[in-house]
């Protein structure tokens, strides 16, 4: 079945340090790939997404490539900042048929930035 | 911009108690799905529905049982509750036309069982 792969955390950074957090998945087709971040006591909130190989998605100065030889999709941001301080998650979206795209989550990666 | 609306935002109920969360989708998705999602763990997905029937169907105990409405909202009722019920339970919604997976979510029901 399909599945997902994240990098352990927790992960503390200072501020305006570079952050990558991993993610590698497997899906028997072509999947969907997604960041979501999810902040103290909310919901969770798509930060970026990529349809098909070598996409790039973005948002918020955050960034992953779709990968399909590596079969990855790492998110990378050049400087984060306090209010980063969240859980990603990675997650795909491997669609079966129509009207049938639940996601698979990574186990998350909660991230701290400290001034 | 609507978002997706989920109800109670908090409950808290006795064990072998009943429960029902409410979850109304973004105007004009036509796919709801469930997931629980655990302390620390990563969100879970139950069951979900689109256009008013069952499409697919995770790890949800036979406890628990959901439908969608002609008004496309989407009940879940969890029946016999047991400790390790408490959880987040989240609502999200898409539309499936658009073919990209992605979800929509909403910010939870917060169940705490006693």
């Known amino acids: 079945g399909d599945s997902v792969t994240q990098m352990e955390g927790p992960v503390t950074l200072s501020e305006e340090a570079f952050l990558t957090i991993n993610c590698t998945y497997t899906a028997t087709g072509y999947p969907s790939l997604f960041w979501y971040v999810q902040y103290p006591g909310e919901g969770l909130q798509l930060l970026l997404k990529?349809?098909?190989?070598?996409d790039k998605g973005s948002n918020k100065g955050f960034e992953a490539t779709y990968r399909k030889e590596t079969t990855s999709f790492h998110l990378e941001k050049g400087s984060v900042q306090v209010s980063d301080s969240a859980v990603y998650f990675c997650a795909l979206s491997d669609r079966v048929n129509f009207g049938n795209e639940k996601l698979t989550f990574g186990t998350g990666t909660r991230l701290t930035i400290i001034p | 911009a609507a978002g997706v609306i989920q109800s109670p935002r908090h409950l808290i109920k006795e064990k072998r108690e009943t429960a029902t969360l409410k979850c109304y989708p973004i105007p004009r998705h036509d796919t709801v799905y469930w997931y629980q999602q655990g302390p620390g763990q990563d969100p879970q997905f139950l069951i979900s529905f689109y256009e008013k029937m069952q499409s697919d169907k995770g790890s949800i105990p036979d406890r628990f049982s959901a439908q969608q409405f002609s008004d496309y909202h989407s009940e879940l009722n969890m029946s016999s509750l047991e400790l390790g019920d408490s959880a987040l339970y989240f609502c999200?919604?898409?539309?499936?036309?658009?073919?990209?997976?992605?979800?929509?979510f909403g910010e939870g029901s917060r169940l705490t069982v006693l």
């Open positions: 990529a349809t098909k190989a070598d």
């Open positions: 999200a919604s898409s539309l499936s036309v658009q073919g990209l997976g992605e979800l929509f």
